[in-house]
């Protein structure tokens, strides 16, 4: 198990999970409305995730993972560390997207450093960065409360001192998965019509998912709760999300991928539906809570098994299934800000119908599979 990849991917997570629970303070402080904050965060998370893709390819020729894997810690933590110092809104996008493209490269590379025979290592990869994702809303809305904007540099510093002691220690990783000449674009887009209907499983997780991120904070504070809350609910979410990650995988291995992408869908649709109209504080947190933790199910699992369909490259897979997969989700986003605008009840409302008819989809596929496992038995 590799202690650099890991430590690695929740740092990188805990960074670039800043923008979500920042959006009421950019609001207010550049003077940008609902629908424009929305559209910023959306743009950035798009253009950074879509490159992903490219990433994978890049990252299956590396000689040296570590190397590539400092290299984008180093413009994630660098960048982050910049925010602070944003004369405008412009600087402030430059900055986050440098951010997020470093976060972008860095998964792929990761996740073949991850990679082991046992099935639990992904996971414990994939719940570092979910933790890091989990704990760094908390951290930054307290920390801008408390310190100011101007200071978050001082925690890239911290981190990127932890990092290079670890980078240091760590034995150099020559990439063992590299990709050598015999593999093709054509090969490679054999390989990933094998991934394909994965693919849209994440697109569509990643929509419902991202888009409740963004809208709970900003929901929290249109209900007059402090900027504090809105990272709290985050946290919340996503630090439910580290125990369902490993929990998705067990269910994976004992009743099979396809189920476990049932039951996430099926609870993500009564988490959307609950967090369209909070009557409450409580109702805001239960909703987002099992949009989070249904959500999170998969979130290896989906990985693990692209993996397993696409063993030639393991890298372009992973970056297929996890960045490529999420710029999609994002970019569904456009589809549904656009025309709502300030609308979140009724964007949140369209979540809860698309997440609904995941189901009896995902039931299609566990059906086929069932059919497929038992002619295969038969025979």
């Known amino acids: 198990m590799n202690v650099l990849a890991i430590f690695s991917h929740f740092v990188t997570d805990f960074f670039v999970s800043f923008l979500n629970p920042l959006a009421p303070y950019f609001m207010q402080r550049f003077s940008v409305g609902v629908k424009g904050v929305a559209l910023i965060i959306t743009s950035i998370s798009f253009f950074s995730s879509i490159f992903q893709i490219v990433f994978g390819m890049i990252a299956s020729k590396l000689e040296s993972l570590k190397r590539g894997l400092l290299l984008s810690m180093l413009l994630t933590i660098g960048s982050m560390g910049l925010v602070g110092f944003s004369p405008n809104l412009s600087v402030l996008i430059l900055l986050f997207l440098i951010a997020y493209f470093g976060n972008s490269a860095f998964h792929p590379i990761g996740a073949v450093m991850a990679r082991g025979t046992n099935p639990y290592f992904l996971s414990i990869f994939v719940a570092a960065g979910t933790l890091g994702t989990a704990l760094g809303p908390v951290f930054i809305t307290h920390f801008v409360s408390s310190y100011g904007f101007e200071r978050i540099w001082i925690s890239a510093v911290i981190f990127m001192i932890v990092l290079s002691f670890l980078y240091v220690k760590e034995p150099s990783r020559i990439n063992k998965d590299r990709v050598q000449g015999e593999m093709n674009l054509k090969d490679n887009i054999r390989g990933l019509k094998r991934?394909?209907?994965?693919?849209?499983?994440?697109?569509?997780?990643?929509?419902?998912?991202?888009?409740?991120n963004t809208y709970g904070p900003i929901m929290a504070s249109k209900n007059g709760l402090p900027l504090v809350f809105g990272g709290l609910l985050l946290t919340l979410g996503v630090g439910l999300g580290v125990a369902t990650t490993v929990i998705g995988t067990w269910m994976s291995n004992r009743y099979g991928n396809h189920i476990t992408n049932l039951v996430s869908f099926t609870g993500m649709a009564l988490g959307a539906l609950i967090l369209s109209?909070?009557?409450?504080?409580?109702?805001?947190?239960v909703g987002y809570l099992l949009v989070n933790g249904c959500g999170y199910l998969t979130m290896s699992t989906n990985v693990a098994h692209a993996q397993q369909l696409m063993p030639e490259n393991a890298a372009l897979a992973s970056s297929t299934v996890m960045g490529f997969a999420w710029a999609c989700g994002v970019a569904l986003r456009y589809v549904v800000i656009l025309p709502f605008g300030e609308n979140i009840s009724a964007q949140l409302l369209l979540l809860f119908a698309v997440s609904l008819a995941m189901v009896p989809i995902s039931a299609m596929k566990i059906e086929k599979s069932h059919r497929h496992a038992h002619r295969g038995g038969e025979a």
């Open 195 to 212: 991934i394909i209907v994965l693919w849209f499983v994440v697109t569509v997780r990643t929509l419902i998912i991202s888009l409740s």
């Open 277 to 285: 109209h909070p009557k409450s504080a409580i109702q805001l947190i």
